[in-house]
């Protein structure tokens, strides 16, 4: 027997590609699930698809066929967090789901997919799926950066309502502060500027107060001994020197009041920049429908069209477009073996080897 009569005898021969017999039997049985458990899919696939397009999807390699589940709560690699959610905020409110976090992503164009894996498979989804595309985006990331979208900070509603909470929490008494004399932080963060002020004058005249209570005290009490005492030992005379020290203390202590209300400041903990910073990193924990990225994902998926439906047409787009993909289960089968999914599609499961045997005796005639 010559090696190419071995060769027809051990190869199977679908529309010019040859596969072992081992390899046809794998995908007959593994195509008997397909048949069964996607129909659904396998009847939009089927209709008014002159051209035979598949879809497709780059993955690390995991085998010739796979069934797997996909991941609901998918994060990006590359597209900003607030995009991602803002996303799927607007296709939720679209279309019912969130097609960036739940959504498979899928194209009809070989090229695109793989850049997204070092195998490309051919994907079936298994019972009731649905699916997003536009034909002028096959990568949304991509649409952000050329878009310049990606810079793009709050709007004015928003930061309205970002001073505003930023000034309940952190202007004066908001509790995430402090109240400053002469640049020292006096450690108080009460919400009244006059309890500020007044704890302040209390700390900065402790010394003349206790002298004023002193000497009040000494007059309350009138004792004249303690008042020429006192009087002798300042240099004057006892009661008059007393009443005068105390007016003294008094407007010492109105000018150092008057004083303090001048310079006293409230100190922030943060500065508003600061606080938006905050607020963006914390994105994810914000509702997202206050935030300027809902404004510009409308226009770019306005502008976009983006559909739910003609999953044909977003197969044979030139440009690749990603189609998001949602189900439960999927089946993916690699690449490898398009010319079997087709003859499969086309005949139904019928075994390609009666072919390629008819046609393996009719060449050793």
Known sequence: ?????????????????????????????????????????????????????????????????????????????????????TFDEYFNNEFGWNARSEGLFCTGRYDTASGYGDSVYIIFPIGRYKYIWSENISDLYTKIEDGGYEYMGPDDELMDQWQNEYDDEYIEGGGNGGW??????????????????????????????????????????????????????????????????????????????????????WEPDINFDQYMEERKENIENENISDYMYYNAVERICEGEYYSNVKLIDALVQKNGPEIMVKCKKYYAIRNDYKELILHALLKGAIDPRQMSFDFGSKRRK
């Open 1 to 85: 027997m010559s090696r190419l009569e071995k060769f027809i005898i051990e190869n199977i021969n679908v529309n010019g590609v040859s596969f072992k017999e081992r390899d046809v039997e794998d995908f007959l049985e593994f195509w008997v699930d397909i048949e069964k458990n996607c129909k659904p899919f396998l009847k939009e696939l089927k209709k008014n698809n002159p051209t035979q397009a598949l879809l497709l999807r780059g993955e690390q390699q995991r085998g010739k066929f796979i069934t797997t589940t996909p991941r609901t709560d998918r994060r990006p690699k590359d597209t900003p967090y607030e995009w991602h959610v």
């Open 180 to 265: 400053y004399y002469d640049g020292v932080d006096y450690g108080l963060n009460y919400d009244d500027q006059e309890d500020a002020i007044k704890s302040i004058l209390d700390v900065i005249t402790n010394d003349i107060q206790y002298e004023k209570n002193d000497l009040e005290d000494i007059l309350d009490r009138n004792d004249k001994d303690e008042m020429e005492e006192y009087g002798s030992s300042k240099s004057g005379t006892g009661k008059e020197y007393i009443e005068d020290r105390i007016s003294e203390i008094d407007s010492d202590i109105d000018d150092t009041r008057n004083n303090i209300t001048n310079k006293i400041e």
